[in-house]
């Protein structure tokens, strides 16, 4: 497995660091040191892609690590990503770019920039080790080549074969003077069509408007080299070929440019699974899209069948046991035993506990008041819910304000705002329930404020509310009405929750 190498005495930066590659790079292991000698020692041994290195260290500074990196033949090869609060100092970032440092990247930093920078470097070091491995190959073809020609070019032609590769070299005119046999295999035509007859412009087709031809057709026209240039070619047949191309310019012992060199590599059936890659991409898109509308509709039913199912238990069980209740205390006052009054008074009070209970069950199942006057009042009959059951203080800020959605994603919000207060009267310990509501000209914004417990979310990026499914349900609900949720939280400091939803440009 790829590694990649953090190297700093601060535990905390460690800790922020692994948790982002946890994230974004799933494929790499992640090895960290708290000094320098510690840092140095494991590059040597486990030879990671990239090192993330601190400056301000005891012992050994982020600046003599990197010196002492670049210097060793084993670790020099190795990308060095700078990462430090003394990168606002162009004085400091020079430092430590001639230190050897590949890239400096400042304190405080954001996780897309990081990515940024790590990506770059990455792509770099595998275009660099591409490069010194084919320069070593080069280097030992040239060698073998030079101790027995014959032999070695018989061996060279086998490979290149079994690999799908020609090479080819044109003169100053950009004429082929020659062609590796392996192209008939590839592109379908015979070296001798080739040589003394075509230039690169009509083998590589560079008259079409493709960016990645004209950046060949510029590469000859400079005598600059050119790596890895993908370009689809028609064959004579009509069928398509997929090439990497990579060419150098060649100049004689006086300097005198005499043409090009360079390699085709056949990345056909790469490129064929790449593209189907792409379709297949695009269709599980597609599916989730489905998926989506499919689960809003599908909440959407849920929400109706238990308003119908509200509506039939208030309208129903609720006046049944209502008129039961008016009956049975007109007789209280009748003249029965102090025996029968009991009963008489107690089954009145059972039915009393079955109205109230009754009548939660129903607003909980979908609240009249919602469907009946609006977003707001409802919110406000929720909080004076919460105080009455539970004790705790609440307050309604903005209870002017207007929420004008679709009506029917009213329910997807209240569910929302419900789900974050219950989560506040679970695990905040808070004696004060504030619910904000205000809009701006873009947004809504309904923030669920509690002076509780609060818990951590600075070290661990990913932390959010407590209860996963609750979580995994607001972010659902808010896929439907293109909001997202925002929590802002510290241990003995509370909790902030903020739903942010775009306002309707109709």
């Not at 800790?15 to 790499?28: E, P, R, S, W």
């Not at 210097?71 to 700078?82: E, G, N, V």
């Not at 989506?292 to 069948?305: H, I, R, S, V």
């Amino acid at each position: 497995m790829k590694k990649i190498l953090a190297i700093d005495d601060n535990e905390i930066n460690l800790v922020l660091l692994n948790q982002i590659f946890k994230l974004y790079y799933t494929d790499f292991e992640f090895l960290q040191a708290t000094s320098g000698k510690e840092g140095i020692e494991l590059a040597e041994t486990q030879k990671p892609e990239i090192i993330l290195l601190d400056i301000l260290m005891p012992e050994m500074n982020g600046y003599e690590v990197c010196e002492t990196l670049k210097k060793q033949s084993s670790t020099q090869h190795i990308p060095i990503l700078m990462i430090s609060a003394l990168g606002q100092n162009p004085i400091e970032r020079t430092k430590g770019l001639n230190a050897g440092a590949d890239a400096f990247i400042s304190k405080p930093f954001s996780q897309d920039e990081l990515r940024a920078q790590i990506d770059v470097v990455l792509r770099i070091k595998k275009v660099e080790d591409l490069l010194r491995k084919r320069n070593e190959s080069l280097e030992l073809l040239i060698k073998n080549q030079t101790n027995k020609f014959l032999q070695s070019e018989e061996r060279f032609l086998q490979i290149s074969e079994h690999a799908l590769e020609f090479y080819w070299e044109v003169d100053s005119k950009g004429v082929f003077t020659y062609v590796s046999p392996v192209i008939e295999k590839i592109l379908g035509v015979k070296p001798d069509s080739i040589v003394g007859e075509k230039s690169y412009l009509d083998l590589f087709q560079l008259n079409n408007s493709s960016s990645k031809k004209s950046i060949i057709k510029s590469s000859f026209l400079n005598k600059s080299s050119f790596n890895d240039s993908e370009i689809e070619i028609e064959l004579f047949d009509k069928s398509k070929t997929w090439l990497s191309v990579s060419g150098f310019s060649a100049f004689d012992k006086k300097g005198r440019f005499y043409g090009f060199r360079g390699v085709c590599y056949d990345i056909t059936k790469r490129k064929q699974a790449e593209i189907a890659l792409k379709k297949s991409m695009k269709q599980i898109k597609n599916y989730q899209k489905k998926l989506k509308n499919l689960n809003t509709e599908l909440t959407l039913a849920e929400e109706k069948e238990r308003r119908r199912i509200a509506e039939n238990l208030h309208d129903s069980l609720g006046q049944t046991l209502s008129l039961a209740y008016i009956k049975l205390s007109s007789i209280v006052q009748e003249d029965y035993s102090p025996h029968v009054k009991k009963i008489i008074n107690d089954t009145s009070e059972m039915l009393n506990m079955a109205i109230s209970e009754s009548r939660t069950i129903t607003y909980d199942l979908s609240p009249p008041i919602l469907y009946e006057l609006g977003l707001i009042p409802a919110f406000k009959w929720k909080l004076e819910q919460i105080q009455d059951k539970h004790g705790i203080q609440t307050e309604l800020v903005g209870e002017n304000a207007e929420i004008d959605i679709q009506k029917e994603f009213n329910i997807f919000l209240y569910r929302i705002v419900t789900e974050l207060l219950n989560n506040a009267i679970k695990h905040a310990n808070a004696n004060l329930i504030e619910l904000e509501v205000k809009k701006d000209k873009k947004y809504y914004y309904i923030t669920v404020k509690d002076n509780g417990v609060g818990f951590k979310t600075k070290l661990n990026p990913k932390a959010t509310l407590k209860g996963g499914f609750g979580l995994l349900s607001i972010t659902e609900r808010l896929d439907n009405i293109k909001g997202n949720l925002e929590i802002n939280s510290d241990e003995g400091k509370g909790t902030e929750a903020s739903i942010v939803i775009p306002i309707s440009e109709d």
